[in-house]
């Protein structure tokens, strides 16, 4: 998981435009997989408090209202909401008592039946949005304990091992971002040989050869891409789009591999981790819901 962030259930709304400049309303409430970014504790006048939390769904909305594209955990998203959650099913209770009271309400009872329906229609549509999100957010565990993410470096410069305190996913950025880049080789290694290279960093002069049998990621100064390879030897391409949050992929490129590579980097973070991290399986990065929302409008207008 790139984001450290804590992970919950919370109540969100989907929201919805009347047309193209007027604004959000909310149409029915979700619940969804969550990072919270913030909390907050409020104090009353008479002598009670109560905890907000502002939360952010890993999907947002895309180009038009019902798509939807996985997403880094942007603030312009968020939502503050009065409760989080350990599971879908504890936060029943408040989506379904938000979705009663966003119902249609109507004298004319003909009219009312034909709203109420096609409201019941659209909860159930996005009812298959929150399976969706639950499908395509395995990597995301709530109340997971927060994993290391700092790397180690060892560079042939100085034969030593150095604690980075930035993460594997700043150092990708780092390079793609500099005019320059610095090649580097990344290993994956288990927490035992974590721990190990943390130890030898006190060391005058370390010896890494044990732990640079096959790498998970490699880049260097003449190539685009970087080279992502999976346990079984399966290659990916990647190239850094803008900042880390976003790459183009390729099946096959002219990538071209360094005799000599002088940094070494060793980070907890497997080749799932990285796929996960920038949504790289397209079937679970992006949802669209175009067609069944039509078919609901379609029946709603036509009955």
Request: a negative charge; glycine letters at 2%.
């Amino acid at each position: 998981m790139k984001y450290n962030y804590p992970i919950k259930y919370a109540v969100m709304p989907i929201k919805e435009k009347e047309y193209r400049d007027s604004d959000w309303y909310d149409v029915c409430y979700v619940i969804v997989k969550c990072f919270v970014l913030e909390e907050k504790v409020e104090h009353y006048s008479d002598g009670t408090k109560r905890n907000k939390y502002f939360v952010v769904c890993p999907y947002q909305r895309g180009d038009s209202y019902y798509d939807f594209k996985k997403s880094p955990p942007d603030e312009y998203y968020g939502e503050w909401v009065r409760n989080v959650y350990d599971t879908y099913e504890e936060a029943l209770e408040e989506k379904n008592e938000k979705n009663i009271v966003m119902e249609p309400f109507i004298l004319d009872k003909e009219r009312r039946k034909k709203e109420l329906e096609f409201f019941k229609e659209r909860l159930e549509l996005f009812r298959q949005f929150e399976k969706d999100v639950e499908s395509g957010t395995k990597e995301l565990q709530v109340n997971s304990k927060p994993e290391e993410k700092y790397v180690f470096s060892f560079s042939l410069k100085d034969n030593k091992v150095h604690k980075q305190e930035r993460t594997l996913y700043d150092l990708i950025e780092w390079s793609y971002n500099e005019l320059t880049r610095n090649p580097f080789i990344v290993y994956h290694v288990n927490p035992y040989v974590f721990r190990k290279l943390n130890e030898m960093t006190e060391n005058e002069s370390s010896d890494i050869s044990n732990y640079t049998h096959i790498p998970l990621l490699m880049n260097s100064k003449d190539n685009e891409y970087m080279k992502l390879i999976s346990p079984e030897g399966n290659v990916r391409y990647l190239k850094c789009v803008n900042n880390s949050d976003h790459f183009w992929e390729r099946k096959e490129v002219d990538f071209k591999e360094n005799e000599k590579i002088d940094n070494y980097i060793f980070t907890l973070e497997d080749y799932n981790d990285i796929i996960n991290a920038y949504g790289l399986d397209s079937d679970e990065k992006y949802l669209s819901y175009h067609k069944q929302h039509r078919l609901i409008l379609d029946k709603f207008y036509k009955s």
